[in-house]
C-alpha cells in the first residue's frame, strides 16, 4: 500500500502548490484545516517551505537553494533583505540575535521564523531577481551541489557550473521528475579536489577521461547511491558508465526516472536510491538505464581525474576547503571566508554584501562547509578587502577548530533533533581554540554536530563526529552526544567510526581535549588523525575517549526538544506565543 505521503501527492503535487500556498496565506494560517496539517506541510516542502517545530505552529524555515551555490551579484543581498525583514521571531537567540540566514551543507541558505502570510511577498522579491524556492524541499529533485568555486578555479577538468545549471534548468518544473519517491541528491564534480562530494549523492558526476573514436574525451564518470541519513550511510557506487558532458542531462533523466518508477514508494525509510542499488547491484542499475531509459550506447567508465581528491579528506595538512585567498585562472582572485556552523546576522550579510560589490564582481558563492566565497578579486583589491573589520567575524584564515566546525539546525527550530547544535557548537569551538592545541603537524581539523541520525551536519565525514542523544547524570536526564572518529572522503573515503556512546554535553569538550592529547602521544610519525583512527579498533579507540567535566559551561544541559524555543526566558511548550500573527498576535485556539 502507498504510504500516507504518496496519498497526499496523489492528490496535489509539484507546481500547482504555489497556488494552494497564495490561497492560504491571503487567508492568513488559521485557514489551514487543522486536521489537514500533516499533508498541508508535506505538500509545502516542494515550494521550499518546512514548517517549524512543537511551539512554533505558525511559523516556517524557507530554503533557497542555488545550482552549486552560486549567487549572482545581487541575490545575496536581496536574501539578506529578506532576513533582516521577515525572518524575526518572538524570542532572541543569544549568540545571533534575531534576524539572521544561514548556510547549509547542501550550498542553499535557510531562513527561520517565516510566517505563511509573508511567502507570497518573499517569493516575488526572489524571482524578481532570478532566485526560486522551488523543489529546495521535497520529493523532487533538491539542490544541486557542485564545485563552489567552478569556473574560477585552477584544478578542473571540466566546468562543473554548466553542468549544474543545464540539470537544474532541464529538471526543476519538470512534471515527469517532481514527484519521486523520496528526496533526489545529485552533486556535479569538475575538479581535482573532490569538493562535490559526489561519494555521498544519490547521483553523482565525477570528472573523468575517455578515449572514444581515437579522441581523448573529458566528461563524467557516474556513480549512484550514496548518502548519510540514518543508520544507513553509504557511499556512490560506480555503475561503469562514462558520459561527454552534452548526453549528461539526458543519462541524469533517465536515473531519475529509473528511480521514479521502481523506488519505493510504501515504506519511505527504504525509499532513496541506495536501497534501490543495495537490492538490485550496480550492474542492474545500468541495464535497466540502457535498456528502459536511454536512446544511445552507455560507454563504460573512463579514468578517474580526481587524483588529489581532497575535500573533507581527513588530511594532517591541506585545506582544500576554498577558505583563504585562492588564484583564479584570468588573474583574479577568490576569497573564501569561515562562517561558523554557517549563520550570518542580516546586518553582516548586507555588509559581506557590500563588500563583494566594492572588491569583487558582487558575485557570492556558498560552499558545503557553510561557507562564503567572493570572487573575481582584482590583486589591487585583495589587501582593502582583508583589511575589513567584519573579517575578523568572518575570517579567511580561521583557527582549525571553527574552519572545521559544522553544525545543523538542531531543536532551535527542527523536530527531528534530539539536541541544541548551533549554540553549543559555537561554544564548544571558542573553548577548544582557548584551551587544546592540536598536535604538531596538523592544522586540519574536523568537528561535526548534528542533532539526530538524519546527519544534515554530514557527522560520519568528520574527524570527530558528534550526533545527538539522551542520557541521565546525577539522575536528571540531560542532552548528550554520542562521538564517531576517524570519518572522511578523498581517495580512500571512510565512514566514522561510532565508539562514544551518550556522552553528557558538557563532558563533550573535555573527552575531545583527551582525546586528541592521546593522539599526539599514540600517533606515529606526522600520521594523520583518519590514518591513526583507521589502524584501531574501536575498543582502542573508545579507550581515547575520556569524558571530562571542564570549565566550559552549556546552559542548554535539559531537553531542549521538550521547550518551544530553547533560548526563551520562559521555554516550556505551554509558554509559546506560537501560533501568532505577522504582527506577533496570539492566534486564538479552537478551544
Known amino acids: 500500500m502507498p504510504s500516507d505521503v504518496e496519498n497526499w501527492k496523489d492528490e496535489l503535487y509539484g507546481t500547482d502548490i504555489r497556488e494552494a500556498i497564495e490561497e492560504f496565506a491571503a487567508s492568513g494560517w488559521e485557514s489551514i484545516p487543522e486536521d489537514e496539517h500533516d499533508a498541508w506541510f508535506e505538500r509545502f516542502k516542494w515550494y521550499g517551505l518546512y514548517h517549524q517545530r512543537a511551539g512554533q505552529e505558525s511559523y516556517f524555515m524557507l530554503r533557497v537553494g542555488p545550482p552549486s551555490g552560486v549567487l549572482e551579484p545581487g541575490q545575496f543581498r536581496v536574501l539578506a533583505e529578506l532576513a533582516k525583514e521577515y525572518s524575526n521571531g518572538p524570542a532572541a537567540n543569544p549568540e545571533f540575535g534575531n534576524g539572521w540566514l544561514d548556510v547549509t551543507t547542501r550550498q542553499a541558505v535557510q531562513l527561520h521564523w517565516i510566517n505563511l502570510e509573508d511567502v507570497p511577498a518573499i517569493f516575488d522579491r526572489l524571482e524578481d531577481v532570478g532566485l526560486s524556492a522551488v523543489q529546495a524541499c521535497g520529493d523532487s529533485w533538491r539542490n544541486i551541489v557542485g564545485c563552489p568555486v567552478a569556473g574560477k578555479d585552477e584544478h578542473e577538468h571540466v566546468d562543473a557550473g554548466a553542468l549544474a545549471d543545464d540539470l537544474h534548468d532541464t529538471f526543476k518544473r519538470n512534471e515527469a521528475h517532481s514527484n519521486l519517491p523520496r528526496k533526489w541528491k545529485v552533486s556535479v564534480t569538475g575538479c581535482d579536489e573532490g569538493c562535490g562530494q559526489g561519494d555521498i549523492n544519490d547521483l553523482a558526476f565525477e570528472p573523468a577521461e575517455k578515449e572514444i573514436d581515437g579522441e581523448r574525451v573529458t566528461g563524467y564518470n557516474v556513480r549512484v547511491g550514496g548518502g548519510l541519513a540514518r543508520n544507513e550511510p553509504r557511499f556512490a ?28 514508494r510504501e515504506n519511505r525509510y527504504a525509499a532513496r536510491m541506495k536501497f534501490l542499488v543495495d537490492e538490485w547491484g550496480p550492474e542492474k542499475v545500468r541495464d535497466v538505464l540502457q535498456e528502459e531509459y536511454v536512446d544511445f550506447d552507455l560507454e563504460t567508465a573512463g579514468e578517474d581525474l580526481r587524483s588529489s581528491y581532497s575535500y573533507n579528506a581527513g588530511e594532517a595538512t591541506g585545506k582544500h576547503d576554498h577558505v583563504g585567498v585562492h588564484a583564479q585562472p584570468d588573474g583574479n582572485s577568490y576569497v573564501g571566508l569561515n562562517v561558523l556552523v554557517g549563520r550570518i546576522g542580516a546586518d553582516d550579510a548586507l555588509e559581506l554584501a557590500d563588500i563583494a560589490d566594492e572588491y569583487g564582481s558582487g558575485e557570492v558563492r556558498l560552499t558545503q562547509r557553510q561557507n562564503v566565497v567572493f570572487t573575481d578579486v582584482p590583486d589591487e583589491n585583495l589587501d582593502d578587502l582583508l583589511a575589513e573589520p567584519l573579517l575578523e567575524t568572518y575570517s579567511p584564515d580561521p583557527h582549525p577548530f571553527q574552519r572545521g566546525s559544522i553544525a545543523c539546525t538542531g531543536t ?122 583507521a589502524a584501531r579498533d574501536d575498543d582502542e579507540l573508545a579507550d581515547l575517549i575520556e569524558p571530562e567535566e571542564t570549565d566550559y559551561e552549556d546552559p542548554y544541559m535539559h531537553n531542549t526538544k521538550r521547550t518551544w524555543y530553547p533560548y526563551a526566558d520562559q521555554d516550556a511548550l505551554d509558554e509559546s506565543p506560537a501560533p501568532a500573527t505577522p504582527d506577533g498576535s496570539p492566534i486564538p485556539s479552537d478551544d
Open 412 to 533: 532551535e527550530f527542527c523536530s527531528l533533533s534530539i539536541v541544541e547544535t548551533k549554540n553549543r557548537q559555537v561554544r564548544f569551538s571558542r573553548w577548544l581554540v582557548e584551551n587544546v592545541e592540536l598536535p604538531e603537524g596538523v592544522d586540519d581539523f574536523h568537528i561535526h554536530l548534528s542533532g539526530c541520525t538524519a546527519s544534515c551536519a554530514q557527522p560520519q565525514i568528520a574527524d570527530v563526529s558528534l550526533r545527538g542523544m539522551k542520557t541521565r547524570k546525577d539522575g536528571e536526564p540531560v542532552e548528550a552526544l554520542d562521538i564517531g572518529l576517524g570519518g572522511g572522503l578523498g581517495e580512500n573515503p571512510q565512514f566514522a567510526s561510532w565508539v562514544g556512546e551518550r556522552v553528557p554535553v558538557d563532558e563533550v569538550p573535555g573527552a575531545i581535549a583527551n582525546l586528541l592529547e592521546n593522539f599526539a602521544d599514540a600517533r606515529t610519525g606526522e600520521e594523520s588523525f583518519r590514518e591513526f583512527v
Open 237 to 264: 557506487r560506480g555503475i561503469d558508465v562514462f558520459v561527454t558532458p552534452e548526453q549528461a542531462v539526458d543519462v541524469a533523466g533517465g536515473i531519475s526516472g529509473l528511480f521514479r518508477d521502481y523506488g519505493n
